[in-house]
């Protein structure tokens, strides 16, 4: 069964970084290494990983993780909700990933995302990890996992939306016993790092976080279908972000970090590529203490998008219309945010400077 036939992946994605662990999953029983058809990315071919028809894909030698997935309940009605919980437990029953962390926007009630996944995937193998996806006074996203409920209840009574600077990250970490990422530095949003920071500002925020996501598959759609379009050359500058999305460059990755590889679902049957490692945990190891040796993952395809532009072209007018709700949400709040912190101010002039 071809897992990832037609994913654009480089050989950044699939061999040991330089002074990193390795990733010898060619030698993985049921592995084997194919080399896609498509253009090459940087001049050579794209390998990609292919498990043989009748090799069931977790009982593979290795860990597989997800650490950027969106439930997306959110404001849904009941039956809508169940509908959608069903069809992620169908997949991630079918997928067998080992762990996955929950990681809504932190403005469509992360704490019950987590709760619904937890107990959609209660009686399958995967392990939901709790977490949040903040965004930062300076519009930037960053992840937040945490070790169990109670800590990303509490984790998210200490910071607001809006109500935090990247500058506080490590504090903010540090303060609520949570491990942090950066997620997709250059995608084609206004929330992503290295697009909002000065590079030395970019550097700054790396160092101060656990992981950077090297790769995200939201852009994988996108790409897909520019790829088959002659408009693709009219999007040169769009093109380039989701090369950097789907494949973050060496010299953008930091020094010390961990390295995430993500789906970055926000539907099922999305998770295009997750993070896997052979690097055993230890007997009694959890899940967040095994993160904290900043984990270099290398991918792993679970599925592919698909090869008809028509499809492609619908989840791309779903994935946009979900993100205009979501920019018309967050600009809401940030107003909200600006109008509070105004009248806080306001409040504390007439209260403390003497009236004239």
Not at 61 to 81: E, Q
Not at 184 to 210: E, I, K
Not at 286 to 302: M, V
Not at 335 to 340: C, F, H, L
Request: hydrophobic content about 40%; charged content about 20%.
């Amino acid at each position: 069964m071809i897992i990832s036939a037609g994913i654009r992946i480089s050989r950044s994605m699939v061999r040991p970084a330089r002074g990193g662990p390795a990733h010898s999953l060619d030698k993985a029983p049921g592995v084997a290494t194919w080399f896609s058809t498509r253009r090459p990315w940087n001049g050579w071919p794209l390998p990609a990983l292919v498990i043989p028809k009748g090799n069931p894909k977790n009982t593979l030698p290795m860990l597989t993780f997800d650490l950027h997935f969106h439930a997306n309940i959110h404001r849904m009605p009941a039956r809508s909700k169940a509908l959608r919980l069903g069809k992620i437990k169908w997949y991630l029953g079918e997928y067998g990933l080992d762990y996955l962390a929950s990681t809504e926007h932190s403005y469509k009630k992360p704490l019950e995302a987590y709760q619904r996944l937890a107990e959609t995937a209660a009686d399958l193998k995967t392990v939901i990890i709790p977490g949040v996806e903040s965004v930062s006074a300076e519009g930037i996203d960053i992840i937040f996992l945490y070790d169990s409920e109670d800590h990303l209840r509490w984790g998210l009574d200490q910071f607001r939306t809006f109500g935090w600077s990247v500058r506080d990250v490590a504090r903010i970490a540090a303060d609520t016993g949570a491990l942090s990422i950066v997620p997709h530095p250059f995608h084609l949003g206004r929330t992503s790092a290295g697009n909002v920071l000065s590079r030395r500002g970019y550097s700054q925020l790396l160092g101060m976080t656990d992981y950077v996501e090297i790769h995200n598959g939201s852009a994988l759609t996108f790409d897909s279908r520019l790829a088959g379009s002659r408009a693709g050359q009219l999007f040169e500058k769009t093109q380039l972000r989701l090369d950097r999305t789907i494949d973050l460059p060496m010299e953008d990755r930091g020094d010390g970090l961990g390295w995430a590889v993500s789906s970055d679902a926000h539907y099922p049957g999305e998770q295009y590529i997750v993070g896997c490692t052979e690097i055993p945990m230890a007997g009694a190891e959890a899940p967040l203490d095994f993160l904290r040796r900043r984990i270099r993952f290398a991918p792993y395809a679970l599925t592919q998008p698909s090869e008809v532009n028509s499809v492609n072209s619908l989840r791309l007018l779903r994935s946009l219309q979900g993100v205009l709700k979501e920019g018309l949400v967050k600009r809401c709040l940030r107003t909200s945010e600006q109008t509070r912190a105004a009248a806080i101010a306001v409040g504390l002039t007439y209260s403390v400077l003497p009236t004239l």
